[in-house]
């Protein structure tokens, strides 16, 4: 079967999924018998291309890479805003991996809508969105009849919700909790190797791990819209940021985490979500000291986990990169083959 897809945002995340198409395509033609044909790119800095007959994809990455802009593609239309491209591109599948906000949710939100009015498919790596109307946006994908993934939302490509939602499906899970920031996580291993918080910041910001501003990280905010995900679509709750009391790690110092050390204890952003007994929703997000015998307490870096509580399995625990732009595109392509599936079964 053959999908096209528009890409709406080649950042990072978007360059990693034109990175894998470019070349894994054969491969999932013969091993998935799913042809991915890329046939429109909107980017609000790099520019945007459509060619209904797809687009060179390795052009596109030379010419990010050289110039760091797509004007000079030779081929297709150009000057096509997002909307427009998402409204009028022969897109089955809009890929939407535009930047976070997630005290609005935009762009993000509104190209989402606007694909699922217009009857295409969404598999989007923007938390935003989904943090403040997952169930929203869901329920009007359930009512066009089209498909809404959003795995790279969480841990990037480690597959959190497709664990959840699929091998879990019916081992009741009535808890989450772990470590969904790997800046955050970076810096705490690295106080805990000497450093202070202010020169472990420093060093995530030369490795790429922290923004400029890193606000968004260090204050939990990051972490606060994934517990919401978690919440509202596994556990059924219906948070907003407001009702999730979210603290940071800014505040701890080095000698805060020595002392954790010296009571074999280690600090670690926790973001956590859980069912209570009046079947109502709780989550919060705020540094704990974990025992070192605690799966979490292991995970170091600018690794993430995750902790799943269940009713017949007990605890389980997933690991691996929270970040990346091969990783999140990952999961892109894990959401567009699950996709596949569904169509496939229908």
């Given at each position: 079967m053959e999908y096209r897809l528009a890409l709406i945002g080649l950042g990072v995340v978007g360059q990693g999924i034109v990175e894998i198409l470019t070349n894994e395509r054969n491969s999932l033609q013969e091993s998935y018998d799913i042809d991915l044909k890329v046939t429109a790119i909107s980017d609000i800095r790099k520019g945007s291309v459509?060619?209904?007959?797809?687009?060179?994809?390795?052009?596109?990455?030379?010419?990010?890479?050289?110039?760091?802009c797509i004007d000079d593609y030779i081929g297709g239309v150009k000057g096509w805003d997002s909307l427009k491209t998402i409204r009028e591109s022969n897109a089955d599948i809009v890929v939407e991996a535009t930047e976070t906000d997630i005290v609005t949710g935009e762009p993000g939100l509104t190209h989402m809508l606007t694909s699922i009015e217009h009857g295409k498919h969404v598999v989007t790596t923007n938390k935003g969105p989904l943090s403040l109307a997952s169930t929203k946006l869901l329920d009007r994908a359930a009512e066009v009849g089209v498909h809404l993934r959003f795995e790279g939302t969480v841990l990037s490509g480690t597959p959190a919700l497709g664990l959840a939602t699929q091998h879990l499906a019916a081992a009741h899970i009535i808890a989450v909790h772990g470590i969904v920031n790997g800046t955050c996580n970076y810096i705490l291993t690295e106080m805990e190797k000497g450093l202070t918080y202010d020169a472990a910041l420093k060093q995530a910001q030369e490795l790429g791990y922290a923004e400029a501003d890193p606000s968004a990280d260090v204050e939990g905010l990051d972490s606060l819209a994934k517990i919401i995900i978690l919440a509202n679509t596994l556990l059924g709750g219906n948070l907003n940021k407001d009702q999730v009391d979210c603290k940071g790690i800014s505040e701890i110092s080095r000698e805060d985490v020595e002392a954790a050390k010296e009571n074999g204890r280690r600090w670690k952003l926790i973001a956590t979500a859980?069912?209570?007994?009046?079947?109502a929703i709780e989550a919060h997000v705020r540094p704990k000291k974990l025992p070192l015998d605690d799966p979490l307490a292991a995970v170091t870096g600018a690794t993430n986990a995750l902790t799943y509580e269940t009713r017949y399995?007990?605890?389980?625990?997933?690991i691996g990169p929270g970040a990346g732009g091969l990783e999140t595109g990952y999961a892109i392509l894990h959401d567009i083959l699950d996709i596949h599936k569904k169509l496939r079964e229908q």
């Open positions: 459509y060619d209904p007959e797809g687009i060179d994809l390795k052009q596109i990455l030379d010419l990010v890479k050289e110039k760091d859980k069912v209570v007994n009046d079947n399995l007990g605890n389980i625990t997933i």
